[in-house]
């Protein structure tokens, strides 16, 4: 069974930072791509980063780009999102996501609030 676990998230002011973790079992995530989706209240879930299966190509949002950095570690099965200069327009729950050719696998999600 494949699972995808998020961790890391929680409340933080503005211009802090977080680091969010995405653990896999059951699915060895060197052979795919991930990326990392955020929903806020009201809104539709929306990428905000992607890294290729050798990590080497990575890919954001012009409204993330430059604070966020999405990372992976294929020897532990875990793929992570740092997230700088953070924003109140960043608190969403970030869900990470693997598309295999069966299936695509979401985590659960993570809360992440930015306020003072």
């Known amino acids: 069974q494949v699972q995808l676990v998020e961790s890391g998230g929680g409340l933080v002011q503005p211009g802090g930072s977080l680091r969010l973790s995405c653990a896999a079992s059951?699915?060895?995530?060197?052979?795919?791509?991930m990326a990392w989706y955020r929903q806020a209240p009201g809104k539709q879930r929306e990428l905000v980063a992607g890294?290729?299966?050798?990590?080497?190509?990575?890919t954001y949002p012009d409204s993330v780009k430059g604070r966020f950095t999405i990372s992976r570690d294929n020897a532990r099965n875990t793929v992570y999102l740092q997230m700088n200069s953070l924003k109140p327009e960043d608190t969403a729950v970030y869900y990470c996501?693997?598309?295999?050719?069966?299936?695509?696998?979401w985590g659960q999600g993570t809360q992440v609030t930015v306020s003072s």
């Open positions: 996501k693997t598309v295999t050719p069966r299936m695509a696998y």
């Open positions: 059951g699915i060895m995530l060197r052979m795919y791509v």
């Open positions: 890294i290729s299966d050798d990590g080497i190509t990575t």
